[in-house]
Structure formats: structure tokens, C-alpha cells
């Protein structure tokens, strides 16, 4: 799988859209990008994934670069129960059954 | 969207003991289950994965005498913890997935286990 780099933790205001990178600059063609977040003491939460194309659902959208070496995730109207960790993972669809996870990206909403 | 239940969300053992914690899909049936382990503060770990009806496959450094997976049927999983000890105290998650396709992996809600 292709590793990726996400910042260790950001800060977002309520209100605000939360925009959280992550690099995957060795991503091969046929691996998808998907968003994970987990909040404390839970299990992980699906949030969103894409191959090329930006994709929006009602919880987020995800932007990825013509590239494909990096991509953003937006929360457009953080709100307190947003606060977790969020994890950005590449892989392909089908097959090789491995999910790993990062270290991802600990995103703390302001009040 | 679909559900994985896990239970219990937490429990408490003497050293020595074995704990089991089950997983199940309530609504769809996982081909494959994946077990995770996470210590405070750091990022899940996987453990096994297991597919219907077969032996599971365990990442290198998991005891595989130590961690019993059991996937008997299409809806539940079990992972049983052997002889535990105040080092496999952990936050332990399942996950579930519906065919061969990774898109919407569904997690439980974890188990913390503490052994004294």
C-alpha cells in the first residue's frame, strides 16, 4: 500500500471549514483514496473516498489533485462533535485485504 | 449504513483469565473480518484477518495461540484472548467487509479490555 503523510494535529474554529491534507505522492493508479475518523474511545467511522474525481457526501467532500499525489479533506461546517482523529488511507478496491492505518491527523474544533 | 456490533464495549479480568469478545454484522454478511488493536494515543494496529469459514491470517509478532479467531459464520466473528496478562491490555476493534470490495469497511464500537 502507499504511505501517506498527514500533519500530526490541526486546530478549526467552530462554524469553519476544516480542510485536512494529506500527501500520498507514491499512490499507484489503481489505489483509491478514503477518509477515516475516529472519535475517542470509538471505532473508526467511514467518512468519504475517491479515485480521481472530487467527491462530496453529506458529511464532507474530498478534493484530489490532477496529480492524485495529494488530496483534502473538507468538513465545510466544523462543529464540536467533529473533533477526532481522522485518518487518510490509499488502497485498492478490490482484493489484498490489509486496511493499515497511520497516525493520522487529530483535529480539535474550537468553540 | 450497515452495522458491526461488538461486544462488550469493555471489561475488566484477572491475570491468567481468557476474555472473549464477539463481533457481528447485523445487516449484511462480512466475507472477511479484520481485528485491530489500539494502545493509548497511537494508531490502530491490525492483528488478524479472518474470511468465513477458514483459518485466519495473523500479522507477524500477533500470537496466533495467544489471539483465537473464530469467523464460524457470515455474521459473526470471535476473538478470544488466552491466559491474558497487564500487557494485552488494549482497546481491541473488529471490522467488517461485504464482498471483496474495500469501499465502507464497517467498524465496531471497540472493546477496552484491562487486565489486572
Known amino acids: 500500500d502507499a504511505k501517506t503523510t498527514q500533519p500530526t494535529s490541526m486546530d478549526c474554529a467552530e462554524g469553519r471549514a476544516a480542510n485536512l491534507p494529506c500527501n500520498h505522492s507514491?499512490?499507484?493508479?489503481?489505489?483509491?483514496v478514503y477518509w477515516y475518523r475516529q472519535i475517542h474511545s470509538q471505532g473508526p467511522q467511514y467518512i468519504i473516498h475517491g479515485l480521481k474525481n472530487n467527491e462530496t457526501n453529506e458529511m464532507a467532500s474530498l478534493i484530489i489533485t490532477e496529480d492524485r499525489k495529494s488530496s483534502t479533506l473538507i468538513l465545510p461546517h466544523a462543529t464540536l462533535r467533529d473533533t477526532a482523529v481522522y485518518y487518510c488511507i490509499v488502497r485498492v478496491d478490490f482484493g489484498n485485504e490489509k486496511l493499515t492505518f497511520g497516525t493520522g491527523t487529530r483535529l480539535t474544533i474550537i468553540p | 449504513g450497515a452495522v458491526v456490533s461488538q461486544h462488550p464495549s469493555w471489561v475488566i479480568c484477572k491475570s491468567g483469565t481468557s476474555v472473549k469478545i464477539e463481533c457481528r454484522s447485523l445487516?449484511?454478511?462480512?466475507?472477511?473480518m479484520f481485528w485491530y488493536r489500539q494502545f493509548p494515543k497511537q494508531s490502530l494496529m491490525l492483528m488478524a484477518t479472518?474470511?468465513?469459514?477458514?483459518?485466519?491470517?495473523?500479522e507477524q509478532g500477533v500470537e496466533k495461540d495467544k489471539f483465537l479467531i473464530n469467523h464460524a459464520s457470515l455474521t459473526l466473528s470471535t476473538l478470544t484472548v488466552t491466559s491474558a496478562h497487564p500487557e494485552d491490555s488494549s482497546f481491541y476493534i473488529c471490522s467488517g467487509r461485504q464482498g471483496g470490495s474495500n469501499e465502507k469497511l464497517f467498524f465496531g464500537s471497540g472493546t477496552q479490555l484491562s487486565v489486572l
Open positions: 445487516d449484511f454478511q462480512a466475507t472477511t
Open positions: 507514491t499512490i499507484s493508479g489503481n489505489e483509491y
Open positions: 479472518s474470511n468465513e469459514g477458514s483459518k485466519a491470517t495473523y
